[in-house]
């Protein structure tokens, strides 16, 4: 594939043969993929930054059967434990 980026560093791929050529805006600018990585985990880091604290712990938080998981084996304090790194990650602002 080959890669480029518009003004606003969104990305666009095409195929490399060079059959979509004919198709690739002028003003786009051809970036390798090291660039094109940067700038994916770049928007990755800003949408994430975005999230409120309630999203951000939901994605981190075990599933339900996980954490019934961790009360039966490892009881109350080690659940609560993991628990509160999570909240502490991601304090309420």
């Known amino acids: 594939m080959k890669?480029?980026?518009?003004?606003?560093?969104?990305?666009?791929?095409y195929e490399l043969d060079?059959?979509?050529?004919?198709?690739?805006p002028s003003d786009f600018i051809q970036i390798n993929a090291d660039e094109m990585q940067r700038l994916l985990d770049e928007a990755e880091q800003t949408r994430f930054s975005q999230l409120s604290y309630t999203e951000k712990r939901i994605g981190e938080?075990?599933?339900?059967?996980?954490?019934?998981?961790?009360?039966?084996?490892?009881?109350?304090?080690?659940?609560?434990?993991?628990?509160?790194?999570?909240?502490?990650?991601?304090?309420?602002?």
């Open 61 to 93: 938080y075990p599933s339900i059967s996980e954490q019934l998981d961790i009360l039966y084996h490892n009881g109350f304090d080690t659940w609560k434990s993991e628990i509160k790194k999570i909240k502490d990650k991601y304090p309420k602002s």
């Open 3 to 13: 890669y480029y980026k518009d003004l606003q560093n969104n990305i666009y791929a």
């Open 18 to 24: 060079g059959s979509q050529d004919h198709i690739i």
